[in-house]
């Protein structure tokens, strides 16, 4: 357990330096930024969002069992593992999105620039808060199209972020599960991917740098768990140690 727990540590250390680094110099959202580096966010950001999501989820799953090379009982109970601790990601994110409800910074700058109320704003049902996002932004030729759309469909409240919870916790079950297989590139893209995902909510007006780093660390903590749990029922994530062959030596013929 001390051994996972230190990997998955050092991988959370990773995902924290950017939000943290943002959280304190004390940058803020504002819209307008260019466009063909939102394109890129966005597109990165679709990798978590529904439907494609499932697609992520899926694709992932198979490759990490094709590292692990597990047996099909083994194999098939990590797959259930790994579901659920991103499942119990995302169901503890929503209760804490009720209780907490905290304004999307794209809301407070609609207060601002629109004089809508986020606290009217938020009492409204989500299909009429986006149909009144597409109202408000029709003639807002400075937000990209695909950013307008995003906000109709993101209307929900922001802390923590759900996007953040699903890529760090795939990036730290790849640093929990996959590093004593020295599956180096793998993890090293799940860690850039789960940063590009975060910084993404950033600059989309979709999170505050505090949601990122709360959600990172109820991830590292889910992860931690489901890493101890796999190894406990699946079996050592270390691969087999390789045969050495028997050398016999023969005496030669004098």
């Not at 943002?22 to 978590?48: A, D, K, N």
Request: include cysteine; charged fraction near 15%.
């Amino acid at each position: 357990m001390l051994s996972i727990a230190k990997r998955t540590t050092a991988g959370a250390a990773i995902l924290l330096v950017m939000p943290l680094a943002v959280w304190i110099s004390g940058w803020s959202w504002e819209p307008g930024q260019t466009r063909w580096w939102l394109r890129f966010l966005f597109w990165m950001t679709e990798t978590v969002t529904q439907p494609w999501g499932i697609i992520t989820h899926i694709v992932l799953c198979a490759w990490f069992l094709w590292c692990l090379r597990f047996r099909l009982k083994a194999a098939l109970m990590l797959f259930l593992i790994l579901a659920c601790a991103i499942m119990a990601g995302q169901g503890l994110k929503n209760l804490v999105k009720e209780r907490v409800q905290e304004p999307r910074p794209y809301v407070l700058w609609l207060e601002k620039s629109h004089n809508i109320q986020a606290s009217e704003f938020y009492t409204l049902k989500r299909k009429d808060r986006g149909s009144l996002v597409k109202e408000q932004l029709t003639s807002q030729h400075d937000i990209p199209g695909f950013l307008r759309k995003h906000w109709q469909k993101e209307t929900g409240f922001a802390f923590p972020s759900g996007h953040t919870m699903f890529a760090a916790s795939w990036a730290l079950l790849g640093v929990g599960l996959l590093w004593p297989r020295r599956r180096t590139w793998t993890i090293v893209i799940l860690l850039a991917w789960a940063t590009s995902v975060m910084g993404s909510r950033l600059l989309l007006g979709m999170h505050w740098p505090r949601d990122l780093v709360v959600a990172t660390l109820i991830s590292w903590l889910l992860v931690t768990l489901a890493t101890w749990l796999a190894q406990r029922i699946c079996g050592p994530l270390t691969p087999p140690a390789e045969e050495v062959p028997e050398i016999i030596e023969r005496d030669s013929d004098t």
